[in-house]
């Protein structure tokens, strides 16, 4: 995943806005293990949660989330 992986907060707006639009029609059956392979399931499960917060995303919040991702956190992004 581009968001986590090269820090492209870009990818992260793309996956949040695919996430609302398409919620539980995407193919997990393909997506889980392609983001097991990259490391990635902990972002996805983050922005799921992004997604479906109604938040406002902010690039600073994307960035906390990334810093936490790459520390070995939960993924867990907090309120602003």
Known sequence: MGFKHWRHTAYADQAIA?????????DMAWLGPELH?????????????????G????????????DQLHAGGSGSQGRD
């Open 18 to 26: 695919m996430l609302i639009a398409f919620g539980s029609d995407l």
């Open 37 to 53: 392979r990259e490391k990635s399931l902990d972002a996805l499960a983050a922005l799921h949660e992004i997604a479906g917060s």
């Open 55 to 66: 938040a406002v995303i902010s690039h600073e919040r994307l960035d906390r989330l990334l």
